[in-house]
């Protein structure tokens, strides 16, 4: 009777013990094998509209009616705008649609292609790991990008913080036509010793795509990981920029996403161009117009635990005069009279205040940004055709946070200008993304 009691014990001490080894298996599984949630959002975009009836410089009634009068216009598609005022999101908005024809309307998380505002994304990602003292702003470029080379061995002088300002010596866009045959990257940036110097590292401006992707190398280097994943590690997921990705499949897999359409009064949609993905420091990011709002609230100090004021101002810091810059925009010459650029963004004087931003632009979309980090307050918008003609929502946005007196920015008044044709190329920045 004894055994078999013993025996009686000892197959449930067995199962005990085997209920335990399973659920100790259940607890210790590896992280990488569950799905990771997807990141919450830092700031509240649903209230938007709610604040924007809030007392305010700006006229939200207006914006909004100026805008559906612009998307009247044949070339536009697609846009999304989004306006923040003292830290916060007052405004944000779809319009038109992400397929002309078809009826999907663009809404706050459609996703469309940064461009180039991509590279404030790599100078603010190269910045902070420079603030963690992983690298240094201010040593050769050569030391930590393997693939870029440029005449005569300068990449020994030129510093990542010339790399990161456009001030490698190089003429403007070089290699980009190759990059946009299909040619890779890392060969072409290899090329570049084999052309001519327009100038000594440091000393001049000519804004690049090929070279400027050295940043992911150097991000690759000091992270351990590849440029996308660092990113996303280190500031997309902590923003809780939940669409922010670099991939043409990602894009393409998001819930709502804009078709490039290219063509002026006929916009057409065509194919993703892959060229600018291959280079993502350049103009890799994908996001909604809510994670591109959440991106400039990080620019004005609102995310210090993610982007420090010491990395803010060391990418904000005027590095080059850019007369070149300030001619494109001439249109808007009564404000914006001159302009600079730091590391990945531009500085302008807006009428006497400092503003940040850039444009940016790749086949069949078109990107802004332009805030100013003092008074917290600015524009972000993106849209899905090859018409240059939004950019005149920044200058009355703008205008209004300033108390200025209005001016038809937007060319909606303007008949005459109609009958211009418009590039399918974004002019501010020449060739490819802008």
């Not at 940064?114 to 790599?122: C, H, R």
């Not at 590849?226 to 997309?236: G, H, K, P, T």
């Not at 291959?278 to 990080?298: C, E, H, K, Q, Y």
Request: charged share 20%.
């Amino acid at each position: 009777m004894s055994l078999r009691r013993f025996f009686t014990f000892l197959l449930l001490g067995l199962g005990l013990i085997g209920l335990i080894w399973v659920a100790a298996l259940r607890l210790t599984r590896p992280v990488e094998d569950a799905a990771q949630p997807a990141p919450s959002r830092r700031f509240d975009l649903a209230v938007a509209e709610a604040r924007a009836g809030q007392p305010s410089l700006v006229d939200y009634g207006r914006l909004d009616g100026r805008i559906q009068q612009l998307m009247e216009d044949p070339a536009m598609v697609g846009l999304a705008v989004a306006v923040v005022e003292n830290g916060q999101i007052r405004f944000a908005k779809g319009y038109g649609e992400t397929v002309a024809g078809s009826g999907d309307p663009v809404t706050t998380d459609t996703v469309f292609r940064w461009a180039s505002l991509s590279k404030g994304v790599a100078a603010d990602m190269v910045a902070l790991l420079a603030d963690q003292n992983r690298l240094s702003l201010y040593e050769p470029v050569a030391r930590y990008s393997s693939s870029l080379r440029l005449p005569g061995g300068t990449e020994n002088q030129a510093t990542v913080s010339d790399l990161l300002s456009h001030r490698l010596g190089l003429f403007a866009h070089a290699q980009d036509p190759k990059l946009e045959e299909g040619w890779d990257p890392n060969y072409l940036r290899g090329t570049l010793a084999t052309l001519h110097n327009i100038c000594p590292p440091g000393s001049c401006h000519a804004y690049q795509n090929v070279a400027y992707d050295a940043a992911s190398e150097i991000v690759e280097r000091a992270t351990g990981q590849s440029y996308a994943e660092a990113v996303r590690d280190r500031l997309f997921r902590p923003l809780g920029m939940r669409s922010a990705s670099m991939t043409r499949a990602e894009l393409m897999q998001a819930p709502s996403w804009a078709r490039p359409h290219v063509g002026g009064r006929n916009s057409r949609p065509v194919e993703i161009t892959e060229s600018y993905y291959r280079v993502p420091a350049a103009g890799g990011v994908n996001g909604s117009i809510g994670d591109l709002t959440v991106w400039m609230l990080a620019q004005m100090g609102e995310a210090p635990d993610v982007l420090p004021v010491r990395v803010l101002q060391a990418v904000q810091a005027p590095r080059a005069n850019t007369p070149g810059e300030t001619g494109r925009r001439r249109k808007f010459r009564e404000r914006t009279t001159s302009s600079a650029y730091g590391l990945g963004w531009r500085i302008i004087d807006y009428a006497g205040h400092r503003v940040v931003g850039h444009h940016g632009g790749v086949r069949g979309y078109r990107s802004l940004i332009m805030f100013d980090p003092q008074r917290r307050s600015g524009i972000v918008a993106l849209w899905n055709s090859a018409t240059s003609k939004p950019n005149g929502i920044e200058y009355e946005v703008m205008d209004m946070i300033y108390r200025l007196p209005f001016r038809d920015w937007l060319g909606i008044e303007d008949v005459s200008r109609d009958t211009q044709p418009e590039p399918e190329r974004p002019e501010n920045e020449g060739a490819g993304a802008g």
